[in-house]
C-alpha cells in the first residue's frame, strides 16, 4: 500500500543532542513537508521541497535542517539549537499542485528529557 | 497573508444531533479550501476540499462543508454525530506559494 512512513514514532534525547526524523515515501509525489505540532496552536511549517535538492524554509525554520536527496526521502533533523523542541512532528507530501491535499504520515513525537 | 481561523475551540454535541465546526479563511484570489480530522496520537487524514463549482463539497464519513464566498467561510457539517467522529478537526487554505495554512484546530466532542 502507497503512504508515508515516519519513524521512530516515539524519540527521547537528552539537551544539547541533535535528532534526526526519517520521513519515506511511496507515492511518487513531487513535494515533501515537515510540520511541527503544539497542543493549541495547530500545524506549524519547519520545512518544505517541492523537488529533489531543493528546499524552503517555512514559518519556524530555526534550529532545524533537512535534506532532500531521494524523490521518496525528506529526514528532519532537530539540532541542539532548536529552544524548544519536545513536540509531535508530522511529514506530510503531495503532487505539487495548488488543488492537490496533502497526505500525512503518523508523527513522530519527540521529548527531549 | 493568507490566514485561517476556527473560532471554537471545542464543540460539544449529542450523538444523532447535527455538527457544525466553524471555519473563516483570507486570502487574495480564489481559495483552495481543505479540511482535515486527526485522531489522538495520529497524523491528519483528509476529509473533503473545495475547489471550484458547487458550494456544497461531500466528503469522506458522511461529512460536507459548505463555501461561502461573501462570508469568506467553509464550515464543516454532518447531519447526524457519531460517538466516533470524536476528533480534532483542521481547516486549512492553499497560500500563493502553495503552501497549506492551518487553523488552530477544533476539538469535536459528540456525547451518547
Known amino acids: 500500500d502507497g503512504g508515508i512512513t515516519q519513524s521512530p514514532k516515539y524519540l527521547f534525547r537528552k539537551e544539547g543532542q541533535n535528532v534526526t526524523l526519517s520521513c519515506e515515501q511511496n507515492?511518487?509525489?513531487?513535494?515533501m513537508y515537515w510540520y511541527r505540532q503544539d497542543p493549541g496552536q495547530g500545524l506549524r511549517l519547519i520545512y518544505y521541497s517541492q523537488i529533489v535538492n531543493d528546499f524552503q524554509k517555512g514559518d519556524i525554520a530555526e534550529g532545524y535542517s533537512v535534506s532532500r536527496e531521494k524523490k521518496e526521502s525528506f529526514p528532519l533533523t532537530v539540532t541542539s539549537a532548536q529552544k524548544n523542541p519536545t513536540a509531535f512532528y508530522l511529514c506530510a507530501s503531495d503532487h505539487g499542485g495548488e488543488a492537490g491535499e496533502l497526505f500525512f504520515g503518523e508523527g513522530s513525537r519527540l521529548t527531549v528529557l | 497573508a493568507q490566514s485561517v481561523a476556527q473560532p471554537e475551540d471545542q464543540v460539544n454535541v449529542a450523538e444523532g444531533n447535527p455538527l457544525t465546526v466553524k471555519c473563516t479563511y483570507s486570502?487574495?484570489?480564489?481559495?483552495?479550501l481543505f479540511w482535515y480530522v486527526q485522531y489522538p496520537n495520529r497524523g491528519l487524514q483528509f476529509l473533503l476540499k473545495?475547489?471550484?463549482?458547487?458550494?456544497l463539497v461531500k466528503g469522506s464519513y458522511g461529512f460536507e462543508a459548505e463555501f461561502n464566498k461573501s462570508q469568506t467561510s467553509f464550515h464543516l457539517k454532518k447531519p447526524s454525530a457519531l460517538v466516533s467522529d470524536s476528533a480534532l478537526y483542521f481547516c486549512a487554505v492553499r497560500d500563493r506559494r502553495r503552501k497549506l495554512i492551518f487553523g488552530q484546530g477544533t476539538e469535536l466532542s459528540v456525547k451518547p
Open positions: 486570502v487574495s484570489g480564489n481559495p483552495y
Open positions: 507515492l511518487n509525489h513531487d513535494a
Open positions: 473545495y475547489i471550484t463549482g458547487d458550494n
